[in-house]
């Protein structure tokens, strides 16, 4: 089942945190705690074995992808491997306890850490069990509950935020974002292989009578796009190819290159198959387990239940129209840049009148808008509306690069979406209003804040669309309602010079975000000690984050791509609807066996040094 013991494996944990000791054990005793590996509560080895056999055999023991770069396992071949492609989704969607943001692993058995440091567990989970059967994620609850052992549940560990963190431990979530997919000393459900598709020509329900796709959890982006292509359809899906559908991304709400014509990907839930835990199998829709259904559309993910499958309206292929745009400060002032900027901003409005979306990143070095997508708008309206932009630039004697193209299939125009690289990211963000745009005064309080935080050092991903309630056809759910009024995801990102990246790495990172929000993040070295990135992170929240918050109407964030150190994370993450969510949660999860920092009743635990998880005092 595993190729080294329980009791080794124990030792490597103990001798690597250096925290695991009889007094430090005896130090916790007074709190109400999950169990932990070296507790004398802990199960032994037979107890492991007797959930392998309830589980078909598919309990596996975590081995960290970073082991062959340490002792006494060090194989050079296989940690160059390692590290070659430690940037890659692929390697760590296929493995079934890793993540894809190192950081959050607290450096666990890190493959740019020295080889004689041990490789130990740490953040990673003990166990995962490789799901292809409901009752194997049941049994897996029924171990975790009977041995008071963390649970999470992973998927593809699409990971940029944490489900725990402290400043001296810090763990993370799937972030498709911002779930729950590692935690030390858990036990895992793996849903990455659950893969199977359905289509509806004519899917009949009580609110909805048209075609529809139902995919179980495990199914990625990409896929779903090429099921319903396949069918003359398109879905409400993210961007990244290889994010899961069913999880943190819808159940997060999910944004999407079609928002500002079909609203956010959680408007357009049917049902969801669910199993709780306490062990139920249910449906959940608008006239069956209502509740629950609300919550699991835009609540958050890996809160309420593990959710099985997801069935979804799928709406008729649409022509879309891409266009591109990049240019630099090269050969030009400051000023002259940021006056480049400032028409770009002008004319978004204009843009996202047409119903298209707007991906745009930019620095003090570079400026790339890639791409616009426009559903169903023709090109020459396109070019109509960037025109005043594009005469800006030919004014300012800029040069710069411009493509238009027009495509058949909606799939066609998303295909330059690839997966970006991972790991690394630090990130803030915040969703701005429309109404902020539409005086000058909120325009002009716009732009001197976004030059503060790029000429403060920030990269920034500036995603422009509009999910408004008409959009997502008044659905009734739990999406963040500032998202209805949004023009804008902003998200500022703290970064390392770009003279320390690979040209290859510097497109990733400008391909990297797509939304119409402000994100602040910070791409670090792989050999960044903890202490540095814990500082930046808090440069990001309070120098980057904190400005942008003061722009937006309440403070509304997107929970799977913002600052995961909000202060105000319950109404930045839920807005007006964190106290209903929370009664959902403690009616379909009472014993509160699924975690997350920033989850739903995330405020009930907390994780001490060893990254023991506890009732919070």
């Not at 060090?74 to 940037?87: G, I, R, S, T």
């Not at 940029?160 to 402290?166: A, E, G, K, Q, V």
């Not at 600052?563 to 209903?580: L, Q």
Request: with cysteine; aromatic share 12%; hydrophobic share 35%.
């Amino acid at each position: 089942m595993w190729p080294v013991s329980l009791s080794s494996s124990i030792n490597i944990i103990l001798q690597g945190l250096g925290l695991l000791n009889h007094k430090y054990l005896t130090d916790v005793e007074g709190l109400s705690c999950r169990n932990f590996p070296g507790d004398k509560s802990w199960p032994t080895e037979e107890a492991w074995n007797g959930l392998n056999t309830s589980v078909d055999g598919r309990l596996i023991k975590s081995i960290p992808v970073g082991s062959p770069c340490h002792d006494p396992y060090y194989d050079k071949k296989a940690c160059e491997f390692v590290k070659q492609n430690w940037h890659q989704t692929e390697m760590h969607i296929s493995h079934p306890s890793s993540i894809m943001d190192a950081v959050f692993l607290n450096k666990s058995c890190d493959p740019f850490t020295s080889r004689k440091i041990p490789c130990y567990i740490g953040s990673y989970v003990q166990y995962a069990v490789n799901v292809s059967e409901p009752i194997h994620v049941v049994k897996t609850i029924e171990f975790a509950r009977k041995h008071n052992i963390r649970f999470v549940v992973k998927n593809t560990g699409h990971e940029l935020c944490p489900s725990s963190y402290s400043k001296y431990f810090l763990l993370t979530t799937l972030c498709s974002y911002m779930g729950r997919s590692t935690g030390a000393g858990a036990i895992s459900v793996w849903m990455h292989h659950l893969k199977e598709k359905e289509w509806f020509d004519e899917y009949s329900s009580p609110g909805y009578n048209g075609p529809a796709l139902r995919v179980q959890a495990g199914v990625q982006g990409a896929e779903v796009n090429a099921e319903a292509t396949k069918h003359g359809h398109l879905i409400v899906a993210g961007e990244c190819p290889s994010v899961g559908f069913a999880g943190g991304y819808i159940q997060g709400g999910g944004h999407s290159t079609l928002s500002s014509v079909l609203g956010m990907a959680a408007d357009h839930t049917l049902a969801f198959e669910v199993i709780t835990t306490t062990g139920e199998f249910v449906t959940a829709s608008p006239t069956e387990n209502e509740d629950l259904y609300w919550a699991l559309s835009g609540g958050g993910g890996g809160t309420y239940g593990v959710v099985w499958s997801v069935t979804v309206k799928a709406h008729p292929d649409m022509r879309v129209t891409k266009a591109r745009l990049f240019f630099s400060s090269e050969g030009i002032s400051r000023d002259t840049y940021w006056e480049a900027i400032t028409a770009y901003q002008r004319i978004i409005p204009s843009v996202l009148d047409t119903g298209s979306f707007l991906d745009s990143t930019y620095d003090t070095n570079k400026f790339r808008m890639d791409p616009l997508i426009g559903p169903n708008v023709s090109a020459s309206t396109v070019l109509s509306v960037l025109t005043p932009w594009m005469s800006t630039l030919d004014s300012l004697e800029i040069d710069y690069n411009f493509t238009l193209t027009e495509h058949t299939k909606y799939v066609e125009a998303i295909s330059t979406y690839d997966n970006f690289d991972i790991m690394g990211y630090q990130l803030g963000g915040r969703l701005l209003p429309r109404t902020l745009f539409q005086t000058e005064e909120g325009f002009s309080e716009f732009m001197r804040t976004v030059r503060d935080i790029v000429e403060g050092g920030a990269y920034v991903w500036d995603i422009g669309l509009r999910p408004s309630w008409k959009a997502g056809g008044y659905a009734n759910n739990a999406v963040h309602p500032e998202w209805r009024e949004a023009e804008r995801m902003y998200n500022p990102v703290l970064y390392v010079s770009f003279s320390e990246i690979s040209s290859e790495l510097f497109i990733h990172l400008y391909l990297a975000f797509f939304l119409s929000f402000v994100v602040v993040s910070r791409f670090f070295n792989d050999e960044d000690s903890l202490e540095h990135i814990w500082d930046d992170q808090n440069r990001i929240s309070v120098l980057f984050d904190e400005p942008l918050r003061k722009l937006s109407i309440g403070g509304g964030a997107y929970a799977n791509e913002a600052d995961p150190f909000a202060p105000d994370w319950k109404s930045a993450f839920y807005g007006e609807h964190y106290e209903r969510l929370l009664s959902v949660k403690d009616k379909w999860d009472p014993e509160q066996i699924l975690y997350g920092t920033i989850a739903v009743g995330g405020d009930r635990w907390e994780t001490i040094e060893d990254g023991r998880l506890c009732r919070a005092v």
